[in-house]
């Protein structure tokens, strides 16, 4: 059974920062492209950045460019996504996922997803 695990999550002040976490078990890891997702409170879910296979090719959501570091570890089976100079419009509940051998932001095509883990950028 394939499980995503997010964690890290919380509230922070507007300027500062959070690492996320995500990992996963009971899929070939290194086999999966990584992603990241959020979905704000009355907001649809979209897509915040990807990571390939082997982490050698990143992309970002135009949102968090500058701001978003996307990393994994795949001795370790995790994901991570590093996130500085947070603003309140980065609240959301965000999301990881995984899709075989892609960097779309499309999450349509991503087949498994975790929980979510909610962070919060009090105004």
């Known amino acids: 059974q394939v499980q995503l695990v997010e964690s890290g999550g919380g509230s922070v002040q507007a300027g500062g920062s959070l690492r996320l976490s995500c990992a996963a078990s009971g899929l070939n890891f290194g086999d999966y492209s990584m992603g990241w997702f959020r979905q704000a409170p009355g907001k649809e879910r979209e897509f915040v950045s990807v990571?390939?296979?082997?982490?050698?090719?990143?992309y970002y959501a135009d949102s968090v460019k500058g701001r978003c570091t996307i990393s994994r570890d795949n001795a370790k089976n995790t994901v991570y996504l590093q996130m500085n100079s947070l603003k309140p419009d980065d609240t959301a509940v965000y999301y990881c996922?995984?899709?075989?051998?892609?960097?779309?932001?499309?999450?349509?095509?991503?087949?498994?997803w975790g929980q979510g883990t909610q962070v919060t950028v009090p105004s």
């Open positions: 990571i390939s296979m082997s982490g050698g090719g990143t």
């Open positions: 996922a995984a899709i075989l051998r892609s960097l779309t932001p499309s999450q349509a095509l991503y087949v498994y």
